[in-house]
Nanobody, 126 residues
């Protein structure tokens, strides 16, 4: 499985970006795609995830109401629409493919994910 993120960049606070995660080599839709981020000097944190079979999402409290995750299974691509961006959203954003759980997906633990992209930088200026 190969994952490639795109869509990062520099944006002012209050602005928007849409990240894409293009996945190659996924055979079925019975998986989850998660978005994680890591800011300089901080630990990686989970942001959001989606169970691709039914589109069920989950979000960290810090982004709930501002970020929206979606999946286009025909294109094997997952999107993260980020609105009302804040300087504290500045980080390298990674997508990863992993396993699902009964209630959908797990965004807060990287142990559920087994293949990662290289990341895309998001910088939000104040």
């Amino acid at each position: 499985v190969q994952l490639v993120e795109s869509g990062g960049g520099l944006v002012q606070a209050g602005g928007s970006l849409r990240l894409s995660c293009a996945a190659a080599g996924l055979a079925l839709d019975d998986d989850a795609i998660g978005w994680f981020r890591q800011a300089p000097g901080k630990e990686r944190e989970g942001v959001s995830c989606i169970r691709r079979s039914d589109g069920r999402p989950d979000y960290a409290d810090s982004v709930k109401g501002r970020f929206t995750i979606s999946s286009d299974n025909a294109k094997n691509t997952v999107y993260l629409q980020m609105n009302s961006l804040k300087p504290e959203d500045t980080a390298v954003y990674y997508c990863a493919v992993g396993t699902t759980v009964l209630d959908g997906c797990i965004y807060y633990s990287s142990s559920y994910y087994f293949s990662w992209g290289q990341g895309t930088q998001v910088t939000v200026s104040s």
